[in-house]
Structures are given as C-alpha cells and as structure tokens.
C-alpha cells in the first residue's frame, strides 16, 4: 500500500486537516484595514514597503468555502488605494496531506508542465521573479525532487533552497501542502477565484493519474487534452492562444529526468519505529529498540 504524503514525511505534529486550499493575500497600499475574524487574520511583512499586510486565511477551506472568504476580503479593502507591486503575491497552499506519494508527485510533475503558463497568467512581474523562481529559471528544485524520488524519502525537500520557488515544496514538512507563490498581488479578485479553481483542479487530477509516467504520455501523445483536462473549465482564460505544445517542451525538459528516475509500479516505503526505508531493504536484524 503506497503512503499518504502525511505517512510519508512522518508528521506527528501536523493536524489532520480537511480542507484543501489556504490563501495569503500580500497587500501593499493606503488605508488598509487590519482583519481579524473566523476567516482571516493580518501580519506585518517586513519583505513589503510602506504601508502594507499580509492576509491570511485561518484554516484551509473547501474551493467553494474559500471563493466566499476571498470575495470578503474585497469587500473589506473595497476603500483601501492597492498597489500591484513585484514585491506583493498571493501564495495558494493546496492540501496534499490526504494523496499518497504517487499522487503528490503526480501534481508536482503536472505543475512544472504546465508552469509557464500557469505563471504567465500571474502576471508580467512573475515570470523570472526572484520570489517566486519557475523550474525553468531555477533547475535545482528539479534536481531535489528527482532526488527525493531515487532515495524514496520527501525529506530532501525540508530545505530553505527551494523555498522561493513558483511551487514551493518546503512547505510539505511545514504543513502537509505544497505552496503556488506565481500569482500577483492584485485588486481584481476574478483573477483570485480563477486561479484558486485551477489550482484545485490540478490537485484534483493527481489522484486520478496512475503514475507520473501516465501524465507524461498524455502530455507528449495528447498536449491539447493534457492542458484542458489539467486546467479544467478555465483553461481557455489562460491559454489565451498560447503555443500549447511549446509551452510544454519548457517543462518536459526537467519533468522527464524525475519521470524516468524511478520504477513507478514499485514505489513504496516501509516505517519502522518512525523511521523510513525503501521496502526492498535487507533487514537481518528488524531493530525493536526505541527510537
């Protein structure tokens, strides 16, 4: 039985949770409201100027849930002037605690080819910025995952290294998710709702995917299919005429060294004493002592 991504980076401390998306909002601007409810709370961020916050959601939520706390918190900048700055984003954390392994990298796999055009819809400051890095512009995460696949073991991605990256997977050790960093600081919230629905839908799609070699063929033997099904109902928003299969060559290019790293049908671990190992380790002596 393959291991939930929560098994996999035996996560104690991490609660359980149900919902599936967690949004922080960086704001830099005039008269901002400080937010304090059940939905939102507010923090300074030293990383911004002038007068400036980061909202962020209290719990993950469902995609219909969090759609209704993004448009509240509009409705409360609604007199406040916003600045769209290359400074300020919005970073999305999609819950992965609940996909086994495979899956986790199913999404991971899908997102780098899908990347540049996820990134573009961002916005222009996104693409190359140094707080958010695609695969493209910053081959090292690549690398780590790759990584984390040849020695089974997610915990090669605890690093500092790969946390500005436009999918940061720092963040699974941290919380259970993986984190989107691409999209911009922005005042129109359509652009908000959009993005949270696409995000949604491609971690939904992970778990549909037998392995990440099966994303790859699809990608390379049906491009067009690949993109609208990963999208979902608003691919054609973010598409926008795109070169669909040029856009997929920048990510297979770092996808298919991870794709080809490992065989899928037997990918496994086994836990003893809260440690991990590969499932085909010789085990002479199973140690029984405490850990």
């Known amino acids: 039985m393959i291991p939930t991504v929560a098994q996999k ?14 949004v922080e909002v960086e704001v830099e601007g005039e008269q901002l ?6 939905d939102w709370r507010t923090e300074r961020d030293h990383s911004l100027r002038g007068e400036s916050f980061e909202y962020v959601m ?11 706390c993004l448009n509240s918190l509009k409705e409360r900048l609604g ?62 995460q690549a690398l780590k995952v790759e990584e984390a696949a040849v020695n089974n073991s997610l915990r090669v991605l605890n690093t500092e290294e790969i946390r500005y990256s436009a999918l940061n997977l720092n963040s699974l050790s941290k919380y259970g998710s993986i984190e989107y960093r691409a999209m911009r600081s922005t005042a129109d919230f359509e ?21 990440p070699l099966d994303i790859v063929s699809m990608a390379l033997e049906a491009p067009e299919s690949f ?57 002479p002596d199973e140690p029984m002592g405490d850990y």
């Open 58 to 68: 209290r719990e993950p939520r469902s995609l219909p849930e969090t759609i209704t």
């Open 227 to 283: 993109v609208y099904r990963l999208l979902g109902e608003y691919a054609g928003v973010l598409l926008g005429g795109l070169d669909i299969q040029a856009e997929l060559d920048v990510g297979m290019e770092y996808v298919l060294p991870i794709v080809h790293a490992v065989d899928w049908n037997s990918f496994d671990e086994r836990l003893v004493g809260g440690l991990s190992f590969p499932v085909n380790i010789e085990w």
């Open 79 to 140: 007199n406040s002037t916003y600045y769209e700055t290359p400074r300020a984003g919005v970073h999305v954390h999609v819950n992965v605690q609940g996909l086994n392994v495979i899956q986790l990298y199913n999404a991971i796999v899908s997102t780098y080819l899908l990347e540049t055009i996820l990134t573009r819809y961002c916005g222009p400051h996104r693409e190359g910025n140094l707080f958010c890095l695609r695969v493209c512009d910053a081959e090292y």
């Open 191 to 211: 652009v908000l709702n959009i993005w949270c629905n696409v995000l949604h839908n491609i971690r939904m799609q992970a778990e549909q995917f037998e392995s």
């Open 33 to 38: 409201p400080v937010v304090d409810d059940g």
């Open 9 to 22: 980076l035996d996560m104690p401390r991490h609660k359980l949770k149900e919902g599936l998306l967690g």
